[in-house]
């Protein structure tokens, strides 16, 4: 497995090994000892699993107590992922990455506690898949708007077609939200 370091500390993108012959293709979607060995935490307590239609945007979500790391991949179709430093003490506050997950390419996004967390659906229909380090916690839940204009974050999709939940709509602006010290 290949590991990349983002612009974001902390945030890294894990390339498995793929197979491919003539009749698909094999990976593994996690191995443990290679988890631990790039310094990823060795305890998860959750198997999550979203299915969702094109231009569907979920997030930016995060957790201020029981906050989660996560471990994001797509089964099939394809998503641009996002991830937002909301950690008010870094250099990075603020700040986003954005990495295209997809069925084809197999890479996973580690996206560490103290971080936002959202994607967009790219392909006509995505599997999203993930691990959590913490339980759901909705009383602690709280979102960002999608359209931040303080983060930034440039989505390949019209504002007009964008799906977001009702919940997802009413998120607050960064500089309303209750972030990590």
């Given at each position: 497995m290949k590991i990349e370091e983002t612009r974001l500390p902390g945030v890294l993108v894990l390339s498995p090994t793929?197979?491919?012959?003539?009749?698909?293709?094999?990976?593994?979607?996690?191995?443990?000892?290679?988890?631990?060995?790039?310094?990823?935490?060795?305890?998860?307590?959750?198997?999550?699993?979203?299915?969702?239609?094109?231009?569907?945007?979920?997030?930016?979500?995060?957790?201020?107590?029981?906050?989660?790391?996560?471990?994001?991949?797509?089964?099939?179709?394809?998503?641009?992922?996002?991830?937002?430093?909301?950690?008010?003490?870094?250099?990075?506050?603020?700040?986003?990455?954005?990495?295209?997950?997809?069925?084809?390419?197999?890479?996973?996004?580690w996206i560490p506690?103290?971080?936002g967390h959202a994607f967009l659906v790219l392909s006509d229909v995505a599997g999203f898949a993930y691990k959590v380090t913490d339980y759901y916690s909705p009383a602690s839940e709280r979102t960002i708007v999608w359209n931040d204009p303080?983060?930034?974050?440039?989505?390949?999709?019209?504002?007009?077609d964008v799906i977001v939940s009702a919940k997802d709509a009413q998120g607050k602006m960064l500089r309303d939200a209750e972030v990590f010290a």
């Open positions: 793929i197979y491919r012959d003539d009749r698909g293709a094999f990976l593994e979607t996690f191995n443990l000892r290679q988890i631990a060995e790039a310094g990823l935490p060795e305890h998860w307590v959750q198997d999550n699993f979203s299915l969702s239609k094109k231009n569907v945007l979920r997030g930016i979500h995060y957790q201020v107590t029981q906050p989660q790391g996560k471990l994001v991949r797509v089964t099939h179709g394809a998503v641009l992922d996002v991830a937002v430093d909301l950690r008010r003490s870094s250099p990075a506050f603020g700040k986003h990455v954005a990495v295209e997950l997809s069925g084809e390419n197999g890479n996973m996004l506690a103290g971080f303080e983060i930034g974050i440039q989505w390949p999709v019209k504002a007009e």
